[in-house]
């Protein structure tokens, strides 16, 4: 059984830092696309970081959150930095099966529907 089990959750204030973690277990996501999406009250689940061959941001994140991953211990991160009010949600792991070098460019890792499993979330409070 697949699991995705995010940590690193919490409140901040705002020009802070968090890191998440996001651990898989069940399978190995080395080589398939994995990504970190958050759904704030009222709103759409929105994509933040994604990492195939190569990592994408969300506008909003650009220069402030990074994106990584350890396949020794099959656990992806969001290193979030200079967290802002407009950050607060919950923050969803996910990972896709197909492999990252069965396509080209990076615009599917943007996508939900390239995601099969996903964690349970955790919320990220930022207060001012």
């Known amino acids: 059984q697949v699991q995705l089990v995010e940590s690193g959750g919490g409140l901040v204030q705002a020009g802070g830092s968090l890191r998440l973690a996001c651990a898989a277990s069940?399978?190995?996501?080395?080589?398939?696309?994995m990504g970190w999406f958050r759904q704030a009250p009222g709103k759409e689940r929105e994509v933040v970081a994604a990492?195939?061959?190569?990592?994408v941001y969300a506008d909003s994140v650009e220069g402030r959150f990074t994106i990584s991953r350890d396949n020794a211990k099959n656990t992806l991160y969001l290193q979030m930095n200079s967290l802002k009010l407009e950050d607060p949600a919950v923050y969803y792991c996910?990972?896709?099966?197909?492999?990252?070098?069965?396509?080209?460019?990076?615009?599917?890792?943007?996508?939900?529907?390239?995601?099969?499993?996903w964690g349970q979330g955790t919320q990220v409070t930022v207060s001012s």
């Open positions: 996910a990972a896709g099966t197909r492999s990252v070098y069965s396509v080209s460019g990076s615009n599917y890792l943007r996508q939900i529907a390239t995601y099969t499993y």
């Open positions: 069940g399978r190995t996501f080395r080589s398939n696309p």
């Open positions: 990492i195939g061959r190569r990592g």
